[in-house]
């Protein structure tokens, strides 16, 4: 009988944890969740004092949310999870270097574009036989996993095309020679050619149009007005132009 | 009327011995390999979209996770044996160095390793090879699938020596002494006695490691490996359903996992005898 006893107040104390744990805390529910992969300098990455979402792209969606009245926190989960996280709804937005695409945009709603980037071929520098994307059939490329880098990796005829969690991966395994290239977007492959100058190169010119924006959850369509006017009036005041300055250097 | 010299004829009832029919011999949790098999083949056939598509897309990785999974576990078994015996050497210099190996790779996160041996490794040795100028090292590119397994194979042959040392030890010494004193060598011994008697106590955690190794080459797609898992994520960052996809795969592992636990439960039941 003490043993009966024992055990069903075990399984009451078990389900009231369950339930507690359950029920989300009052206070983040209304928070807006924004996912972002810091892992992709110089526009997502993590400040080294802070422990703190930092670059261009977290510094921008706080600025948005400052002016657009949302209450917002970041998460930093890899890349393909902002994609489909975002389109799941499991997060209310995602501000992680997103290009927009058509493929993208069936699942997403985007915001107006925030940035204008491209990919780019990165080699190493004693590489002289690949001159740009046309000499990269039948090469072994890499590049983030979901990234516009791998969509177009895909699109070359007899390419191998191998996949990391992180950008940083593939440019290692290119140093290390085991790879013949990356295309990543340009600002990113270029901030790794310039941290290794005497082993990288970019070729070739940047080949796509891509623009950035920050990606929307579908059943969150009332924030798109909000976050377009807010983009647009720190557009108009050059808030863009100083975190290009101050992120991207150009 | 029934004549004495007629033969007693048994009642039928008799010859039937309870536990002792084909079908109670067999091993029922089979039926749950099945289901489990039933249930990714309805999802296969009754929504080919997504799951057919998810299916044809991470085939290849699939096949993958077993090369890599069945290569690293032999190599583990030889290594795995060579670490145990190491481990109980009289010998100072071997004991040493196979404790070491045991205590140092064993308090290393696998992920962690196999991030070094692809990432790390080729680096080092190509500068060993520009400082000796050994051409062939200075070239030195990592295979994706070999760095893995030798990641796999450094990891889990570490485990694997203490289940050995652990199997070996589990046999009274009084086996060894007999086996010495009938005039055999002391490999002759732990070939034809220690190590048979070893197996039989050791097969159940070897079946154990086996299916935690099939289950921790999901890592090696840290390193660029297309297996299973790394298929998986890139059919979802694609198509951006993620719910469909780890489902599929989770339900491949699983129908890996559970047939080779069956498997083992099989040798166990064929190397098992009373004692």
Redesign the interface.
């Known amino acids: 009988m003490k043993k009966l006893t024992l055990l069903s107040v075990a399984v009451c104390v078990l389900i009231t944890l369950l339930i507690s744990a359950c029920s989300p805390a009052p206070s983040s529910a209304a928070k807006l969740r924004v996912a972002c992969d810091a892992t992709w300098p110089p526009f997502e990455i993590i400040n080294e004092q802070t422990k703190e979402l930092d670059g261009y792209g977290p510094e921008l969606i706080r600025a948005v949310a400052a002016r657009a009245g949302l209450d917002i926190e970041l998460v930093n989960v890899g ?3 902002v ?2 996280g975002v ?2 709804c499991q997060y209310d937005m995602a501000v992680s270097s997103i290009t927009i695409t058509d493929d993208r945009k069936k ?2 709603l985007f915001s107006d574009p925030y940035y204008l980037a491209g990919q780019i071929v990165t080699v190493r520098k004693n590489n002289d036989s690949i001159t740009g994307k046309d000499d990269l059939s039948g090469k072994t490329i ?1 590049g983030q ?2 990234t516009t880098g791998i969509i177009e990796a895909n699109k070359i005829p007899g390419a191998k095309v ?4 992180e950008v940083g ?1 593939a440019f ?2 290119l ?4 790879l013949d290239a990356v295309i990543a977007d340009y600002p990113v492959a270029q901030g790794y050619v310039v941290k290794n100058k005497d082993t990288l190169k970019t070729v070739g010119p940047i080949f796509t149009d891509e623009y950035y924006g920050i990606a929307i959850c579908k059943k969150n369509a009332y924030l798109v007005p909000k976050i377009n006017a807010a983009l647009q009036s720190l557009k108009d005041e050059g808030f863009l132009d100083m975190l290009d300055q101050k992120w991207v250097g150009r | 009327m029934s004549t004495p010299d007629e033969p007693q004829i048994p009642h039928k009832e008799l010859g039937h011995i309870p536990g002792a029919e084909p079908s109670s011999r067999m091993d029922v949790w089979w039926w749950l390999v099945a289901l489990v098999v039933g249930i990714t083949a309805l999802l296969l056939f009754a929504w080919p979209d997504p799951f057919m598509n998810i299916f044809k897309f991470v085939q290849d990785g699939i096949v993958i996770t077993i090369t890599v999974t069945l290569v690293s576990f032999l190599l583990v078994l030889v290594v795995g044996m060579v670490g145990g015996l190491g481990r109980l050497s009289t010998n100072r210099a071997v004991h040493i160095i196979s404790t070491l190996y045991v205590e140092l790779v064993r308090g290393v996160p696998l992920l962690v390793q196999l991030i070094i041996w ?2 790390a490794v ?2 080092m040795l ?1 500068y060993l090879g520009k400082a000796w100028a050994i051409p062939a090292l200075e ?4 295979d ?1 699938v070999v760095m893995a397994i030798i990641g796999l194979v450094f990891c889990y042959g570490a485990y694997m020596s203490e289940i050995y040392r652990a199997g070996i030890q589990s046999i009274p010494k009084g086996q060894m002494e007999a086996a010495r004193s009938l005039g055999m060598t002391y490999f002759q011994s732990m070939r034809h006695v220690v190590l048979p008697q070893a197996v039989r106590v050791i097969l159940p955690p070897i079946g154990n490691e086996f299916i935690a190794l099939l289950k921790d080459s999901s890592l090696v797609s ?3 490996v ?1 297996d299973l898992t ?1 298929r998986g ?2 059919y ?3 198509h ?4 469909e996809v780890w489902m599929l795969v989770a339900l491949l592992y699983l129908i890996m996992t559970l047939f080779s636990a069956r498997v083992v439960n099989w040798i166990e039941k064929k190397t098992k005898f009373e004692r």
């Open positions: 890349f393909d999870s994609l489909a389109s799941q699942t997403i890499g996993i979901g191998k996949t990391f969690d991966f290692q395994d140093m290390n020679g085991q | 692809y990432f080729p680096v190509q070239g030195f590119q990592a994706p840290v390193v660029a297309a790394r994520r890139e979802a960052s694609i951006f359903d993620p719910i």
